[in-house]
């Protein structure tokens, strides 16, 4: 780890390919915010992506979903994203003034919804959690519900307003680190890492999604996600984030001002990227029996991305055991779009100073178990290594 900022020996040596602080692998929205953020300290830093970009962040609705996305037993993850998105806005605003160009970070809020008396009981037993956890979940009847967004639809329920869960748009993100690493001085290398033994560095993070696995052994898998975007004639007829349960389908719809219109997304135990007529149906049925305006737009993308899962829903922050030189950062599972900011500050923090911030201290690749011994990792298959391979699940999110 680098204890101290280099400086004479970078002002004889300035090419950061022959001898860099930091090899970062991978350039997804996490290995390029730790990238950032380590160039603007002054670090020498190379990125090894054959394709940035491409991973699971291209896929991704960009929400911002600390509250909504608070589940049962998972406290400490609920901790980490509650931070991070209390970042982002100021994290948007220092990357657009960096890259010159913004990001789409939204602030109207989620609204999270019942269709039926059922979906209501649901959604209701997961906000008192959130309530009691302190979170902001304020719960709206119908009429107050159409108040706000005239576009949902009268047949639902009910529903609770959290005014905490932003979005932005992750396409617009990706640019805008790549452009602002690069402008920090940042180097991208396009071809991808087979083994950490191929890289010399100071310090190395893996941050390579899915295939973070088969280069150190973490139990990192791929977790189908198959999201569809739509386009409104001009924009959306609403300006929320949705999100709710209809006849127990769990949607929602991000809506971009340039008329786009995120539906996501299943979430398949399944390492393809095949989209799935069954999937397509059931996520439109579920959004239009929400937002029926919906049914007019038009169906521009549909495609899969494959979420980099971990066994306890749970990002993988800090040094592997035994390797303090080479740092994870990957297994951000649902949440890479939201954690991009609190991820980038404490790994950046960590190389340059060499001591942990005790927020990384619940995340640690040991709570995990022994790691595979390189001998015995995966092989890369495509760009993204699996680890195993098990039915489709049928939960949706
Ligand atoms: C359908 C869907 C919807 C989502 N919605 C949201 C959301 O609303 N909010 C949210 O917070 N998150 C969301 N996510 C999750 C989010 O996209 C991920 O958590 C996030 O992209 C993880 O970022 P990452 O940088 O770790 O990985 P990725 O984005 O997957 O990027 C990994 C990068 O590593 C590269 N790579 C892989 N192997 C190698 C190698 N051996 N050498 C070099 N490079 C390599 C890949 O090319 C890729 O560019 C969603 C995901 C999906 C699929």
Known sequence: MVSELPDTSRDSNPNPL????????????????????????????????????????????????????AYFGEHELTGLLTDSAARWPAFAAELAAAAGTDVGYRSEGTLMVGLTADDLAVARRLWAYQQGLGLPVIPLRPSELRDREPALSPRLRGGAYAGTDHQVDPRRLMSALRIATERAGGVLVPTPVQRLTEVTAGTT?????????????????PVK????????????????????????????????????????????????TMVTSGAVLRLLRAATDLVPEVAEYELVEALAGLRPGSPDNAPILGPLPGRPAVLAATGHHRHGIVLTPVTADLIADLIVTGTPDPLLAPF?????????????????????PVTRSTPQEKSWN
Do not use: K, N
């Open 205 to 221: 993070v893996v941050a390579a999604g899915c295939g973070s696995a088969a280069l150190t052994g973490l139990p990192v898998r």
């Open 364 to 384: 640690a690749p040991e709570r995990l178990g022994p790691l595979a011994v390189e001998a015995e990792l995966p092989a890369p298959v495509r760009g993204f």
């Open 225 to 272: 996600g198959q999201v569809l975007r739509l386009r409104a004639p001009e924009a959306p007829g609403f300006q929320h984030v949705i999100r709710g349960f209809a006849d127990g389908e769990q949607v929602y719809l991000v809506p971009r001002p340039d008329g786009e219109v995120v539906v996501g997304a299943t979430s398949e135990e399944r390492t393809d």
């Open 18 to 69: 022959s001898s860099p602080d930091v090899a970062v692998i991978g350039a997804g929205p996490i290995g390029l915010a730790i990238a950032w953020r380590c160039a603007a300290r002054g670090l020498r830093v190379v990125v090894h992506d054959p394709d940035p970009g491409s991973g699971a962040a291209y896929a991704a609705a960009g929400m911002l979903a600390p509250v909504a996305e």
